[in-house]
């Protein structure tokens, strides 16, 4: 059975879903897939939507090599032979897929970070990166949530966003978000509403044309998490103290998933804070701690 496909605009769709995959139909019945969803499974209904709807898939176009964006890249280059284009630091990733949680943990991934959500099956990505993108669609750099993550606009004035920015329910739920670069991730979401498409499909949101309010939302969060972190090394606090601080102040409970997570976005807030100058580092003890200026 295949998935939804939904109609943006004349050469644009995209399929809803946990993590949205965006389609753009080039010539004739050429297809292009932004990601490829989370596995194997959901690569297999992607490919059956397509060649119901009489498409060939040509590539597939990585916003970010998240294995939940690029789960069904391997059935699908096994499948159709299709070409992978990402970024080239996401790129090594897509290839090296078991660098996502050694990179998340700072060493060798416990077994509980080599399951399918962070490790996806490897797939081929040209080495070019993305110097020869399909007519009709231009990148646009989206730092912040991870190393290289790009966004695509398609010839219909819409843009797949990535991770750059999160729907309401996902910042109620979690409330720390995945976070590489908090200051560029703040800059993207200054820079989503200047580049003036018709329509924003976020890969964990509603597609929308109001991008600036949810940006606003995101940005609110961030800032309350930034707070939260300076509120904690009132007296000095290492990261693992930082992080059950704000999960005791949220009421989430940690697992070794969220410690990975939360715990890389915790040592990020730490970075971006003290690059402002609004956090100290100490070593007292033989411990990191860090205290508010």
Request: charged residues 20%; negative net charge; hydrophobic residues 40%.
């Amino acid at each position: 059975m295949g998935l939804e496909m939904v109609r943006l605009a004349e050469r644009t769709y995209y399929f809803p879903g946990g993590t949205n995959v965006g389609l753009y139909r080039g010539d004739g019945s050429v297809a292009y897939l932004i990601d490829s969803g989370n596995d194997s499974e959901t690569g297999r209904r992607l490919l059956s939507s397509l060649s119901a709807a009489g498409m060939e898939l040509k590539a597939i176009l990585n916003t970010h090599s998240n294995a939940d964006h690029c789960g069904g890249n391997s059935f699908l280059q096994e499948k159709t032979s299709c070409a992978v284009m990402a970024p080239p630091v996401e790129a090594a990733f897509l290839e090296h897929p078991y660098l996502e949680p050694a990179v998340l943990y700072g060493g060798m991934p416990p077994p509980e970070l080599m399951g399918k959500f962070f490790v996806a099956k490897p797939s081929r990505a040209e080495k070019d990166g993305l110097s020869s993108l399909p007519k009709g669609i231009t990148a646009v750099a989206l730092p912040g949530h991870y190393f290289g993550m790009q966004g695509y606009i398609t010839s219909d004035g819409i843009l797949f966003a990535a991770d750059s920015l999160f729907s309401r329910q996902v910042i109620e739920k979690y409330h720390i978000v995945f976070l590489y670069d908090v200051a560029a991730f703040l800059d993207t979401l200054l820079l989503l509403p200047a580049l003036g498409c018709k329509l924003y499909v976020p890969s964990h949101a509603e597609p929308t044309a109001d991008v600036e309010d949810l940006a606003e939302v995101n940005r609110n969060k961030v800032l309350e998490v930034a707070d939260l972190v300076l509120g904690a090394c009132e007296s000095p606090s290492s990261p693992d103290e930082i992080l059950k601080h704000i999960y005791d102040h949220y009421g989430l409970q940690l697992d070794m998933g969220q410690y990975a997570l939360a715990g890389s976005t915790i040592r990020s807030y730490t970075s971006y804070l003290y690059n402002l100058g609004k956090l100290k580092r100490t070593f007292e003890g033989n411990r990191l701690r860090f205290i508010t200026v």
